[in-house]
């Protein structure tokens, strides 16, 4: 059976497109030109567009260095796997694949990461003095990292138990009355577009950093969109992280419920019986920059988010400037002891 993709080659030169962030557009990077993406999945071509490679399978290419799952567009001769860093030549082994419902596409263009970087580092106080100077961006790979969207309900009654006081002097005596109260707060909440990454190989923590995306923004999927990046199929479908889903979207429900019970001395939940419905998942590519900084011998893993720019990770505390950071608080901390032992004996 014939490979159901069509290349992504420019129509003026037939070089490989690669999509552009800043333009939103395919570009050549050999002559020069550029061309709109289609934005209906029926559209016929009109001249001078670049070809779109609208397909019912991605062909899935298996790293045979650590097995990861790797998606890429038809004009590629070798990628990069963006977790490991072994180079694939492209061979006949597919796995599968499965269309995404949509995608964000890159807005972030790559050139720009060295200076979100040291943004983030601006206000790491505890940084080593010279990880600005001897630090290295490493193994920079774009990916579209493979979501689930959960749109969600939520209903039902949550209960607390809460007091009211009040005091009034009697005599030489001040006298605290405290009224208990038995309350329900009934609850019926919308979620929508709740994203779970569906990658095994991502750290979710990582993943769950780099929110908030603004999925306003998701296209129709065009395989254009991929040209120049890498892209993973989800290796845990949409009921292996519905739960994590669930949890997150109860966690908000709970509280904002909470949130609306004022007006009391002391309120304390006591018990919920909140549950989802009207449970749905969409798929859908996200745009994520993974990579490494290099800093004496040892390699730190860092996220930029491919459409807002933010920037998560790991990063190293100088030992020597943590310890002088405690000591420093233990002085201040001390000093103020001593002024006001001296201020109680005057």
Known sequence: ?????????????????????????SVCDWCGMSYDIPTEADETLAEGSAPAAEAEE??????????????????????KCPYCGNNIVLTEKVSGG?????????????????????????????????FFSE?????????????????CEYSGEVSYDATRSSAARTGDYIVTTTAHYDLTRSVGMRFADIPVDGSARLDDA????????DMSDVKPFRMSYLSGFFAERFDKDSDEVRARAEDRMLTSALGIADANVHGYSTVSRRSHALAPTSVNAKYVLLPVYTFNVGWHGQKYSFAMNGQTGKVVGDIPTDKGRSLLRRWGTFAAVFAAVLLLISFISC
Do not use: H
């Not at 993709?5 to 552009?20: N, V």
């Open 98 to 130: 499965l269309r995404p419902d949509g995608v964000i596409p890159f807005r972030i263009d790559k050139k720009s990461l060295p200076a979100a970087v040291q943004s983030f580092y601006k206000d790491k106080k505890l940084l080593p003095r010279k």
């Open 58 to 79: 991605l062909p899935v290419y298996n790293c045979l260095s650590c097995g990861a799952e790797i998606v890429t567009d038809a004009v590629s001769a070798s990628i």
């Open 1 to 25: 059976m014939a490979n159901p993709l069509s290349e992504q080659k420019c129509p003026a030169c037939g070089a490989p497109l690669r999509f552009d962030p800043t333009s939103g557009k």
């Open 135 to 151: 630090s290295n961006i490493e193994d920079l790979a774009g990916v579209y990292v493979p979501f689930w969207l959960y749109d």
């Open 206 to 213: 990582l993943m769950d950093s780099l929110e908030p995306f």
